[in-house]
């Protein structure tokens, strides 16, 4: 499952917090999933937590373009390009 899918999750969840009378095991395990992601995505595109959008999608084009496995010989890149 990757960060965006959790965070999507976690929305929804949060998003009935009203309506759900108490937490159930798949809840407490949603969290648990997101403290495993420790992902600084700032740093893996190589910019101050700080940067503008235009930054990031500056750093986040040439990182995807440098990672591409149909641009790179690296046998690594396709997983790289995942992340």
């Known amino acids: 499952m990757n960060a965006l899918n959790i965070l999507i999750v976690i929305y929804i969840s949060i998003s009935h917090y009203g309506t759900v009378l108490a937490w159930d095991?798949?809840?407490l395990e949603l969290?648990?999933?997101v403290e495993d992601v420790r992902t600084n995505f700032y740093e893996v595109?190589?910019?101050p937590q700080d940067a503008?959008?235009?930054e990031i999608?500056?750093?986040y084009r040439k990182l995807s373009l440098h990672?591409?496995?149909d641009r790179s010989d690296d046998p690594t890149s396709e997983e790289k390009f995942r992340q």
Do not use: C, E, M, Q
């Open 25 to 27: 095991n798949i809840d």
């Open 31 to 33: 969290f648990d999933l």
């Open 45 to 47: 595109l190589g910019v």
């Open 52 to 54: 503008s959008a235009a």
């Open 57 to 59: 999608r500056r750093a």
């Open 67 to 69: 990672l591409h496995p």
